[in-house]
């Protein structure tokens, strides 16, 4: 019998895996906006079109998602690490978060690298998560710029 995993062990493993860092919103019965940043996004299909990203069971976020709920999904860019830091619960009273509206009313990042406006469409217990599966609605991406990544910590791509 192999001994149990060690959570924070894990987790520094997986933070050697670099991966591109994103905003994944939600509007609240009230109309606000909540968030989470997620570096567990991952494009599932082309044919049917398809995205995915995971949320701790008993994470804040679970309580607003449900089948047919608008999900904004945001890449963001080298320039906006202080948003993912807003979001992953490093709050900056001063910083000014600026969203677009989708057509499907999934709310998304101003200036971000590129989003998708997505409805949910299967939720699915894994473990301690619930993996997300939506629908590409809408997407678009900017000419320009350059992805936020995180391994072991944040990083940006170096010039070739």
């Known amino acids: ?79 906006q690490e202080a948003i993912s830091n807003q979001f992953a619960g490093r709050p900056d009273d001063q910083l000014v978060i600026e969203m677009e509206n989708q057509q499907n009313g999934a709310r998304t990042i101003k200036d971000c690298l590129a989003w998708y406006a997505t409805t949910i469409q299967s939720m699915i217990p894994v473990g301690d998560h619930v993996m997300i599966i939506c629908r590409v609605e809408e997407l678009d991406r900017a000419e320009q710029g350059a992805p936020l990544l995180y391994y072991s910590g944040y990083r940006t791509i170096a010039p070739v």
């Open 1 to 79: 019998m192999t001994s149990p995993i060690d959570a924070k062990r894990l987790r520094k493993v997986a933070g050697t895996f670099a991966t591109g860092v994103t905003i994944v919103t939600v509007l609240k019965n009230d109309g606000s906006v909540h968030g989470m940043t997620a570096n567990s996004f991952v494009s599932l299909s082309l044919d049917s079109p398809l995205v995915a990203f995971s949320v701790r069971e008993e994470g804040r976020m679970m309580q607003y998602l449900a089948i047919g709920k608008a999900i904004g999904i945001s890449i963001l860019s080298d320039q």
